[in-house]
């Protein structure tokens, strides 16, 4: 990999009798080797991306994957110009994604896994479905050719959209397969689970998720349009995992492309067309002042601790 830093988005669904016995050891660990991002542990399992050097980023898998069933963990390896995460954290959750639904177990039921490779012919067929399971201001960057977009602000909202949609979805007479994506993986685990649960048999996800279909499938194949957010400060990225074109609004956490910060509602650190109206004047001089701080700290070499947004 040429690039200087190395990304790692990890998860595996497990059991954990006691996440939090884990949590010190693997931050202790992560810190000794300069490794910065997030990492969430719960009775389900272990979801996070991190990044560091090689060396580091190779021996804090190598201990994951002593953990508890971890042996196959998930990983999507990339690669960034600069640190893209400002601290380390690992954080003890309820749920490793929110999903909301107690009963869900991916362990338990989970939908069939289609390999990038497979993935175009499946989603071709007219008698699929195809949705994106991510946020509404991740499937605006970028999505697959024919996707429905549920137009949802967390993931917590994906069951009430479903449940509300399942009929004109499905229809009446033999139901069509339904093929679902999302950046990594992680979130159709629990989506493809729950679909199964309400009752729906023939359910599949691409395995890896999108991350795994563009570093696989070459650009001239690909059914792909757009650019793929990704939770950290690289924001998006395109064929190939490379960097892709958007900017972050630091008031919202949007991703912005070019046309957004060329509006007079862009301020660079204070607000964009998407959140103009959201936030009140008292708070854009808050936002104003704290990219004050943040240049300020970057003209004396020093870091500034922002805020992350996180997979929902």
């Known amino acids: 990999m040429q690039d200087p830093v190395r990304v790692a988005a990890l998860y595996r669904f497990t059991r954990f009798e006691d996440c939090a016995a884990l949590r010190a050891p693997l931050e202790s660990l992560c810190r000794d080797h300069g490794i910065r991002g997030t990492l969430l542990l719960a009775h389900e399992g272990i979801n996070g991306t991190i990044a560091g050097s090689a060396e580091g980023i190779d021996a804090v898998l190598a201990h994951i994957r002593t953990l508890p069933d971890c042996a196959d963990l998930d990983v999507k390896l990339s690669g960034a110009e600069t640190m893209p995460f400002h601290r380390m954290k690992v954080r003890l959750k309820r749920e490793i994604v929110t999903m909301g639904e107690p009963n869900i177990d991916p362990l338990a039921v989970v939908g069939t896994y289609v390999e990038p490779q497979d993935w175009n012919a499946l989603i071709a067929d007219p008698d699929t479905i195809v949705i994106d399971t991510r946020n509404d201001y991740e499937v605006a960057v ?3 050719e024919g996707a429905i977009d549920p ?11 479903f449940r509300s949609e399942r009929e004109r979805l499905l229809g009446e007479g033999k139901p069509p397969k ?18 199964k649960q309400e009752g729906v048999e023939d359910v ?15 650009e001239e194949d690909s059914l792909w349009r757009g650019e793929c957010f990704v939770f950290d400060q690289r924001v998006t990225i395109g064929h190939g ?10 008031a919202c956490r949007r991703p912005v492309n070019a046309e957004d910060q060329a509006s007079p509602l862009f301020e660079e650190g204070v ?15 808050s936002y104003r002042e704290r990219h004050r701080q943040e240049a300020l700290a970057a003209m004396r070499g020093v870091a500034h601790v922002g805020a992350v947004r996180g997979v929902d």
């Open 142 to 144: 970028g999505t697959f």
């Open 178 to 195: 339904v093929a679902m994506f999302c950046t990594g993986g992680i979130r159709c685990e629990k989506s493809t689970a729950f679909l």
């Open 204 to 218: 599949y996800h691409l395995k890896g998720g999108i991350l795994k279909y563009l570093e696989t499938v070459p």
């Open 241 to 250: 995992l490379t960097p892709g074109s958007h900017a972050l609004c630091h």
């Open 151 to 161: 137009k949802t602000a967390t993931f917590r909202d994906f069951p009430e959209w």
């Open 271 to 285: 607000s964009c067309p998407a959140c103009h109206a959201e936030r009140s004047d008292e708070q854009r001089a």
